[in-house]
C-alpha cells in the first residue's frame, strides 16, 4: 500500500504546483505543509489510506481537483476522508464566525480518521501563524480552540501535541502583549477594511443578476425499478454521464452511467453529497463553489431536484458576461482609487517607462478616434494593481495580505479577462482564478453586510 502514499504525494504536490500555491507567509511550495501533515499522521498511524488524505487534504478545496478525481485515482474510502477534511461553507454563508461554525459542525461529524489528519493540520498551521502572524494568530486561536473540542475522539498523541502548541502560541502571544505594553490590545481584531459602497452596489448588482436556473440543463431521471442496462444504454447513446433516481415522484439521488452493469437502477443510488443541491435562485458564485468540489452542482426546483450544471456550463455566455462584468467593476473602482489618491497623474513615476509608453501610444490613437480618456484609463490592469501594490493601505484595501499575492491576482485577472475578450476555453485554462475570484468577491460583499 506504500504506492498509494507516494501517489498521493505526487498527485497533490503536482496540483497544488500548477496553479503556483505556496505557504502564505514563507513562500515556500505548498507541499512542504502537505508533508509535515503527511508525517505528523505517520507518526500515529501506519494506516496508509490516512497518510494519503494527509497528502491530499487541501487538493478538493484549492486546485482544480474534485471529490471524484480523487474517488477515480485513489477509491472511495480516501475520497470520504478529503471529503471529511475539505469545508462546506461557502462565502455567501455570512462572515467569518458563521462561516467557521458551519465548518466546524462539518468536522463534528467527520470519522474519527479524518479528525486525526485534521489534528495534524492544525498543528502544523498553527505552528506556522503563530510564528509568521501574531496578530491572525490570536483570531486563529479562537477557532483552533473551538475545533479541538469537537477533535477530542481523534489520535490522543496528536490531540495532547496540539493542545501542547496552542498554549505554547497563546504564552508566546501573551508575552508580545507584555513587551509591546498594551499595543497588541486589540491584536485579535484583523484591521477592518472598510468596503467601497458604490463598489460593493455594482458587486451586488452583477453577482445577483443570474441565478442557476439561468445556466442549469434539465435533469434526467429514472424510476428505481429501471432495469440498470437499458438506463446505461439511453444515458450513453444521449451523453449523460449522471441522471437522477426517482423514488415515489421525487429524484432523491443520482445513477452513474459506469456504474450500471446489472440489477435495477435502484440497486446503484448514489446520494448527493452535502452543499451539492443548491436552491434555483443560488447565486452564480455558490454553482461556482460547488463545481470546485463536484463534477456536477444540482439545482432543486420547487422542492425536486430538475436541473444540473457541469463545469463546461461556465462557458455559457451568461457566465461570461457575468465574470467579464465583474473584472469591468473591480477595475473601474481601482482607476477611481489611483485617480483620487494620485492627482495630476502623479502615479506615473510609479510605472515602468515601457509600460506608460504603451499606455501614451493607446491614449493618443484613442485620442484620434476621438475619444477622450484619461491617461489613467490606457494602463492595463495590472499596471493599475502594480501601482496600488506600493502602498500598504491601497494593499489592505484591495483586500491582499502581501503583494506577491496582488501581484498573482493581476496575473490571474488578466488571463481570464484576455480569455473572456477572445472566447477562450476559460474552464481550462482559468478555472482556478474563477474560483478565487468570485469568493474574493462574496468575501467582500459579506463585509458589507456585517
Known sequence: MMDLIEHASAYATQAHARIDQRRKYSSQPYDVHLKNVAELVAEVSDDPEM??????????????????????????????LVSDLTDVSKP??????????????????????????????????????????????????????ALLRVLEDGDAV?????????????????????????????????????????????LRLFTRAFSARDIADPFPSFDSDTPAVRA??????????????????FVNGYLRAEDLADGLCGD??????????VPADASLSDVIYVLTRHRACYVDVLGDVAGVILRE??????????????????EMNFTRRIAEYYADDGWRSLVSEGRLEKAQQLHAERLRRGQHPELLDCLQLSDKIQILIKDTEH????????????????KEFESLRNNLAHTQDIVANDWPQIARMTQRIESLLGMGDD
Open 232 to 249: 446505461r444504454e439511453i444515458m450513453q447513446a444521449r451523453g449523460w454521464s449522471a441522471a437522477g433516481l426517482r423514488a415515489e415522484g
Open 268 to 277: 446503484h443510488l448514489r446520494g448527493f453529497a452535502r452543499g451539492q443541491v
Open 158 to 202: 496528536l490531540l495532547k501535541r496540539a493542545h501542547k502548541v496552542w498554549n505554547k502560541c497563546r504564552e508566546r502571544l501573551q508575552q508580545l502583549k507584555q513587551e509591546d505594553r498594551g499595543t497588541l490590545s486589540d491584536v485579535h481584531l484583523p484591521r477592518r477594511r472598510e468596503p467601497d459602497i458604490q463598489q460593493l452596489h455594482a
Open 92 to 145: 455567501s454563508d455570512g462572515n467569518r464566525a458563521a462561516r467557521k461554525a458551519i465548518d466546524r459542525d462539518h468536522t463534528a461529524r467527520a470519522s474519527v480518521r479524518a479528525k486525526t489528519v485534521k489534528l495534524a493540520d492544525l498543528i502544523d498551521n498553527c505552528r506556522d501563524i503563530c510564528h509568521h502572524d501574531p496578530r491572525f494568530a490570536r483570531v486563529f486561536l479562537a477557532e483552533m480552540e
Open 395 to 410: 494593499l489592505a484595501w484591495m483586500g491582499f495580505d502581501s503583494r506577491r499575492m496582488a501581484k498573482n491576482a493581476a
Open 51 to 80: 497518510i494519503a488524505a494527509a497528502w491530499l487534504h487541501d487538493t478538493v478545496e484549492d486546485t482544480p481537483a474534485t471529490f471524484r478525481d480523487i474517488e477515480d485515482e485513489f477509491g472511495a474510502a480516501v475520497a470520504g
Open 313 to 330: 456550463h461556465i462557458q455559457n455566455p451568461v457566465v461570461r458576461m457575468w465574470l467579464f462584468g465583474m473584472i469591468t467593476i473591480v
